[in-house]
């Protein structure tokens, strides 16, 4: 009994590595609600496949009380699991978990959120637990939208939108040296008119689009510690970045670009700009509300925008930032005085 015992327990298939990413989750708030954005990295160490079956929440206040819990699992006809793709993991590989959790009332005050993660390998049920403190953020830079009128917020990050859904675990990202999401928080940005259509006519010109070399503004002062003016501009239907470029260049993802440095460990990120436009050289200092450019069509892209991200730092690998612009309503809200969150799908008046 005593050698059988021995042999299963070293048979026993080891206990997946679970790690939140970014390190610090911040909170964004918006009304009743409360966002968390942050992904989940799952590595399997062991010699057997794992499958993950099972993401349960339990949240406490600052008092200890559990205040609210979530489950997502394999029960019932169509279960609510089967939403989780990349759930199969193989030996000695890694798979991302984007949180299923991401949005809570907002009255709750969090102060740990402990994740129950249920893996299963052949028989054997094993569970791996991380504990995330979130903290409250708002950016110490006074924000502006960088582009001025009629503007569609056409991919934000909310928990579909793609600027959040970095594979943080993919080949390409470690060949670029990326281990963290600078456009967690990221927008694109186009001027849409009174039916919110992003061009005119069939949109297959350049300059069909609305947005198409619209003046961007700086959304703050700062100085300027990185820009690119030279990325050629594409034309609807044809665009191309070549991987070697992206391989040995990895900013000219944003085609051409400003980052400009707020103080207080913030940066914006302004991207896609026409080649030829972009005025300010590194070290040159800006006001808010300056003009900087024009939107163009370069780097990684697929229609006529302006890409926006408030993040950490100024290079490719950076962690973003929630950003919040003041002199923005959204349609359908009254004015207001505070500064305005928006995500993918708002259409927002900004001055």
Request: overall charge neutral; hydrophobic content about 40%.
């Given at each position: 009994?005593?050698l059988?015992?021995?042999?299963?327990?070293?048979?026993?298939?080891?206990v997946?590595?679970?790690t939140?990413?970014?390190?610090?989750v911040?909170?964004?708030?918006?009304?009743?609600?409360?966002?968390?954005?942050?992904?989940?990295?799952?590595?399997?160490g062991?010699?057997?496949?794992?499958?993950?079956?099972?993401?349960?929440?339990?949240?406490?206040?600052?008092?200890?009380?559990?205040?609210?819990r979530r489950?997502?699992?394999?029960s019932?006809?169509?279960?609510?699991i089967?939403?989780?793709?990349?759930?199969?993991?193989?030996?000695?590989?890694?798979?991302i978990?984007?949180?299923?959790f991401?949005?809570?009332?907002?009255?709750?005050?969090?102060?740990?959120?402990?994740y129950?993660?249920?893996f299963?390998?052949?028989?054997?049920?094993?569970?791996?637990?991380?504990?995330?403190?979130?903290v409250?953020?708002?950016?110490?830079?006074?924000?502006?939208?960088?582009?001025?009128?009629?503007?569609l917020?056409?991919?934000?990050h909310?928990?579909?939108?793609?600027?959040?859904?970095?594979?943080?675990?993919?080949?390409?990202?470690?060949?670029?040296g990326?281990?963290?999401?600078?456009?967690?928080?990221?927008?694109?940005?186009?001027h849409?008119?009174?039916?919110g259509r992003?061009?005119r006519?069939?949109?297959k010109?350049?300059?069909?689009?609305?947005a198409?070399?619209?003046?961007?503004?700086?959304?703050?002062?700062?100085?300027?510690?990185?820009?690119?003016?030279?990325?050629?501009?594409y034309e609807?239907?044809r665009?191309?970045?070549?991987?070697?470029?992206?391989?040995?260049?990895?900013?000219?993802?944003?085609?051409?670009?400003?980052?400009?440095?707020?103080?207080?460990?913030?940066?914006s990120?302004?991207?896609h700009?026409?080649?030829?436009?972009?005025?300010?050289?590194?070290?040159?200092?800006?006001?808010?509300?300056?003009?900087?450019?024009?939107v163009?069509?370069?780097?990684?892209?697929?229609t006529?925008?302006?890409?926006?991200?408030?993040?950490?730092?100024?290079?490719?690998?950076?962690?973003?930032l929630?950003?919040?612009?003041?002199?923005?309503?959204?349609?359908g809200?009254r004015?207001?005085?505070?500064?305005?969150?928006?995500?993918?799908g708002d259409i927002?008046?900004?001055?």
């Open positions: 009994m005593l059988l015992a021995l042999l299963v327990q070293v048979q026993a298939p080891a997946p590595v679970v939140i990413r970014p390190d610090t911040l909170v964004e708030r918006d009304g009743d609600s409360q966002y968390l954005n942050f992904d989940i990295v799952v590595r399997n062991g010699a057997d496949t794992v499958t993950l079956n099972a993401v349960r929440l339990e949240a406490r206040d600052a008092a200890g009380r559990v205040v609210v489950f997502i699992d394999g019932g006809f169509s279960p609510s089967a939403t989780v793709p990349g759930r199969v993991v193989a030996p000695g590989a890694s798979a978990v984007y949180n299923p991401h949005t809570l009332p907002g009255r709750l005050r969090l102060a740990a959120l402990r129950d993660f249920e299963s390998a052949g028989d054997t049920t094993v569970t791996a637990t991380a504990t995330v403190r979130p409250e953020f708002r950016p110490a830079t006074a924000l502006a939208l960088p582009l001025a009128g009629s503007i917020v056409f991919d934000g909310d928990f579909y939108g793609h600027h959040r859904r970095w594979d943080l675990t993919h080949p390409v990202m470690k060949l670029i990326v281990t963290r999401n600078a456009g967690r928080y990221a927008y694109d940005l186009a849409a008119d009174r039916e992003m061009f006519t069939d949109g010109r350049n300059a069909d689009w609305l198409w070399e619209a003046p961007v503004r700086a959304p703050a002062a700062g100085t300027v510690v990185a820009a690119a003016n030279d990325q050629p501009d609807i239907g665009t191309r970045l070549d991987e070697r470029t992206v391989l040995q260049s990895p900013m000219l993802l944003y085609g051409n670009y400003v980052v400009i440095d707020h103080g207080n460990g913030e940066f990120m302004l991207a700009m026409r080649q030829g436009s972009v005025t300010p050289k590194p070290g040159t200092r800006v006001h808010a509300g300056e003009t900087i450019g024009r163009g069509f370069s780097g990684a892209v697929y006529i925008h302006l890409h926006y991200e408030l993040r950490r730092g100024a290079g490719i690998d950076a962690d973003g929630p950003s919040y612009f003041r002199g923005v309503r959204r349609a809200d004015a207001s005085r505070t500064p305005v969150r928006i995500d993918s927002v008046e900004s001055r």
